[in-house]
């Protein structure tokens, strides 16, 4: 019972200050991500939406380099030199991070983009924490390496639920790269499950496997479906270099939808690469390898490969986060 009263407190102080989000989209679970479309501002185009990408759970840690531009091996909170200066013809060098292509992409789409940093505040609703998750449109979590607290779980599920979206990426199993016994599969399992909120609430489960793959096998009749046929391109194939499969339960959130599944096997609910879900207001992307996200840059010494200009690879990502900001 004490930890029954504890949570229900937490959650109920997380509840105060500004709201975490409030967009113009359906609410409940009981719509297909097809339908969604840019009901954030109905133009089609960025209304200076933000990004904010996590850089609190190791995610430099070993060989990884998942941000958007460090100096000095620290990310910080806003990118260097000033994405003002950003313009079509902008090279990816302009920052440093394993993740910078994808960052100046969003920029060059009138995107704001900035980093929570090592030591901040994973919060919602907390009207003093100046990069408050109610202050952006979308969260994106490169395979985080340590576990999320249950004040950060309730945060994170409050933002998605209040109309935010959440691009989620895992890896491989066995792949804890700072050695506290929880790799990224394991992580984000943990906040789908133990979380005070609800079980399962994406209806996504990330499998402890390991493989490495190209698939064709990209969801039938997707001409419709916002990721896979969107504005950046259409999604034709999708390449893992030591990634994870991950399972679809419609029973616990009956929007979520398989986007690629393995090669050679049926569309059903599992062996899948990639999925997205509604969830309340918000939406959700997951993709279980982090390569097709790595631009082959980043701190010197990292080994990193490049996998961002490969393939359908920038069409998916760019497609997924244009969907989870509501601009398609």
């Known amino acids: 019972m004490h930890k029954l009263f504890y949570y229900s407190l937490l959650f109920a102080l997380l509840m105060i ?9 359906p609410a409940g679970n009981d719509y297909n991500i097809d339908s969604v479309a840019a009901a954030v501002n109905g133009t089609g185009k960025a209304a200076r939406q933000k990004f904010l990408f996590d850089a609190t759970k190791a995610e430099t840690a070993g060989n990884a380099d998942w941000v958007i531009d460090e100096d000095n091996g620290r990310p910080g909170q806003v990118p260097t030199p000033a994405q003002t200066g ?80 959440l691009f989620m990426i895992a890896d491989h199993t066995i792949s804890d790269r700072n050695n506290d016994g929880w790799d990224s599969p394991a992580i984000w399992n943990d906040l789908m499950v133990n979380n005070p909120i609800t079980r399962n609430p994406f209806g996504i489960t990330i499998n402890l496997t390991n493989i490495v793959e190209l698939s064709q096998n990209v969801l039938n009749s997707h001409t419709t479906n916002p990721i896979l046929h969107g504005t950046q391109g259409v999604v034709t194939q999708l390449d893992f270099h030591n990634g994870a499969t991950l399972s679809i339960d419609t029973s616990a959130n009956p929007s979520v939808q398989g986007l690629v599944w393995r090669s050679g096997i049926q569309q059903r609910q599992t062996g899948l690469l990639c999925a997205a879900a509604a969830y309340g207001a918000g939406r959700v992307f997951v993709i279980t390898d982090s390569s097709p996200m790595d631009d082959g840059t980043g701190a010197p010494g990292n080994h990193l490969f490049n996998g961002w200009k490969t393939y359908s690879h920038t069409a998916l990502c760019m497609n997924a986060s244009l969907w989870l900001a509501g601009l398609q």
């Open 17 to 25: 200050g500004v709201g975490c989000k409030e967009q113009s989209v």
């Open 86 to 165: 950003i313009v079509a013809a902008t090279p990816e060098t302009y920052w440093t991070g394993a993740l910078s292509s994808w960052a100046i992409a969003l920029v060059k789409q009138g995107i704001m983009v900035s980093t929570l940093p090592p030591g901040a505040l994973i919060t919602c609703g907390d009207s003093s924490n100046s990069q408050d998750l109610a202050r952006y449109d979308v969260f994106v979590v490169d395979e985080p390496n340590t576990k999320f607290t249950i004040a950060e779980k309730i945060a994170v599920l409050h933002f998605v639920q209040q109309g935010g979206g």
